[in-house]
């Protein structure tokens, strides 16, 4: 059953709080079914953010379900360039998210749900939650064959990869998420989840390519709604607690205070891509001049998502030294993304205003950059 979580009912959430909250003094007296109405990765992250922060999960386990529009979202520790196309992320409006768990990269759309299973760091459990998944599954649709595997992934018919897991383990409460593709759009999974950059190294936490398949592919009529609800059911029953799904807005700061400040986090260029364990590119293109191919070198040092070290090496005849050294030193201290290119384009071009075949040569230089951002 779907009930709203309103000011009435807001007492089953906001209990034994470990931040002041000015109006509610009742308590959970057992556990709780989350589900998000708001379709946004970042306020949802935020939700999971605020209840590990927040919340008292001492006998009082909490489930949140939830779903994203189109987004790509990385693990802590990994690299957005290694891990996708953000080159097509950004011609598709597709958003970037970099969450506080571990774990490979996967793709959100409206076709995919989103489970966290929120205990005491005493209590965190992986695999229970997912056999959980997996009994709610059976009870739908008996035939179907889904396991858990050691890796803590769900692989239906042995090989179709249905379930990727990460998890944050803090000093006195845990969550465990997972994702269960129904319905995603899998050809654009499999286009965004590969990086077309080359020379990348890098000590950043790596995906593993895992072959998927959708539950919907395998029954019609195992939609998102009825997987959820069969999921609520299991865990309700499980640990005894009202089948009631609480329908919440994760904006609302008398629900959540200081929610709003911890979306904001979650969007801002620093932590996206500037927490990007350091890297290097190491590359090279060709440019054509006088009916030949010429090689451009490119060696980038990127730490904190800023250019530490940067090495463009052209032929002195297609382009001066002094200019090559110029560009190097212009990129120092610029953070590694195309924006930042443009505006330095334009502030050479303002210095050097007559040079109209230096200005096409730096541009083609700097439109070829921009390619590996």
Known sequence: MLIPFSMKNCFQLLCNLKVPAAGFKNTVKSGLILQSISSDVYQNLAVEDWIHDHMNLEGKPVLFLWRNSPSIVIGRHQNPWQECNLNLMREEGIKLARRRSGGGTVYHDMGN?????????????????????????????????????????????GQFKISGTASKIGRTTAYHHCTLLCSTDRTFLSSLLKSPYQGIRSNATASIPSTVKNLLEKDPTLTCEVLMNAIATEYAAYHQIDNHINLINPTDETLFPGINNKAEEL??????????????????????????????????????????ICNIEAPDHWLPLEICDKLNSSFIGSKFCPNEITVLTNIFHRTCPEDDELHSKWNILCEKIKGIM
């Open 113 to 157: 749900i989103n489970l966290t299973f929120f205990t005491t760091k005493k209590k965190y459990d992986r695999m229970q939650n997912l056999k959980l998944v997996v009994r709610a599954l059976n009870a739908v649709q008996p035939q179907l064959d889904v396991q858990a595997t050691k890796r803590c992934d769900l692989l239906l018919d």
């Open 267 to 308: 969007q801002t260029w620093e932590w996206i891509y500037g927490k990007t364990p350091k890297f290097s590119i190491n590359t090279s293109f060709n440019v054509l001049y006088e009916q030949s191919h010429l090689e451009i070198k490119i060696f980038i040092d990127i730490k904190g998502g800023r250019i530490e």
